[in-house]
Structures are given as structure tokens and as C-alpha cells.
């Protein structure tokens, strides 16, 4: 098994197109796709300037597939989670395209500078050149970034939940507790935050609110740690306050 990292920059795709023009935001997918029909729902991160947020934000709800584009978190900070709905009737994004090649990838691809890094996983007799032209269709460019094998990378230490967790409120934890076991984050269970909020007995926009401060707090937490160890990514982007140095992610 290796593997691969892929630097895409997906022509005609509104979060690459949005992106190129405004370098210095990082859009992180932070959820799964979920819906039904033509709109589908996901959450991101954005981080950058306010300002340049706010921009991207303005100029990524005049795109044509995008339905609606609204933060969750207040936009301050240099940080803030967005509610994204995405008509995807007659438009096809990298990770529809890669589920159909039969390729697993990984979740929480970011995008910075219209460069989408994807890395996914290959059986060590995949054809790596006929997947690259498969997700190059449409015109799309894409760069080999890494290909190497599972076998070879190092470990990480095993991350005590307890400390990553202690952040999260309690109503946070139950609501990520909750997420995780009706399958939110299973990639293709069909699994929305409706049903989470279902499950629960709380309102839709509550339960995403919940969810997108639980995964900050959890991300945050796995960065000092991958930090404290020295891990990759670990270093260069580090919270000062509420802001971050800009880095590339």
C-alpha cells in the first residue's frame, strides 16, 4: 500500500477558482459531504486575514454551484467555520472524481493559493499515471507530491483521547460522541447533520455549531501535541492568541 499526495488545481471548481484569487485564506474541509439530490452540505475552515476572509466569503457566494456559503463561527480572528451548500448537478469535485476511480482518500483536504493537496491510497500495484490522468480529466493540473510506501513511515505515538478531549464542553462531547456513532463521519454513509440532530433532539444549525467548535478544539489540541513530539505539521503555523502565523498548511 503508499501513499500519494496530489497537488491539484481543479480548473472551473469554485473553492480553487475563489482560492487562486485569495492567497492568503487556507480552506480546510473539516466534515464529509452529506445530502441528497443535487445540494450537497459540508463544513470548512477558512483561515487568513479577517478581512481576506470576509472577500473570499463575498466572492465564493457569487459562484454558480454555490447555494449558500455561511459562517457558523464569527468571522474574527483570523479564523472562522462555514456551512457550505453546493449544487453539484453538472459539476463534479476531486473527491467525486477519486470515490469514482474506486481510490481512497484522505478527509480534511485543504486549499491554499487554488492548490488542492489530496492524499490518497494506492495498492502497490495501482496504476499511479492512469489515476493521475483520471483526475486530470476536464482539464484539470495536477503535480506529484509524495508517493511513498505505508511500510516505510514512522509511527507516531499513540495520542491519549483524554487530553485531546479536555477542551470540549460536555455538550460538545456528546454531540461528537453522537456524530461518531450514527456514522457522520463514515465517507459515504449518507449520514447528515440532520440525522445527528435527530439522534439528539436539537436543532440542525445547534448541532453544527456544537460540531464545528468540538473539531476546532480537537485540532487544536492534536496540533500541540504533534508540536510537543515533533511531529510533521507540527511546526511553522502556531496559535498566538487567537491568530495564527501565516504558514502554508
Known sequence: MREVTLRVRHHGGPESEVSARHPEVTLRSVSSMTGTGGERKRIVELRGPTDEIESFLTEFRRADPVVAAEPI??????????????????????????????????????????????????????????????????????ELARNVELSTLDRSPKLPAAGILDGLTDRQREVLATAIATGYYDHGGGVGVEDVAAELGLGSTTVWEHLSRAEGAVMNALFDRFEEWGLPGGRGTRRNGDDRSEASR
Not at 451548500?85 to 469535485?93: A, K, L
Not at 491554499?112 to 491510497?121: A, F, Q
Not at 496504476?127 to 490522468?133: F, K, Q, V
Open 73 to 142: 463561527s464569527p468571522v474574527a480572528g483570523g479564523h472562522a467555520y462555514v456551512a457550505l451548500t453546493v449544487d453539484t448537478d453538472g459539476w463534479e469535485g476531486i473527491g467525486e472524481r477519486l470515490a469514482a476511480l474506486g481510490v481512497h482518500y484522505r478527509m480534511g483536504t485543504t486549499i491554499s493559493g487554488g492548490i488542492e493537496r489530496w492524499t490518497v491510497y494506492l495498492d502497490a500495484d495501482a496504476d499511479l499515471s492512469a489515476l493521475i490522468r483520471g483526475v486530470e480529466r476536464g482539464g484539470n493540473d495536477v
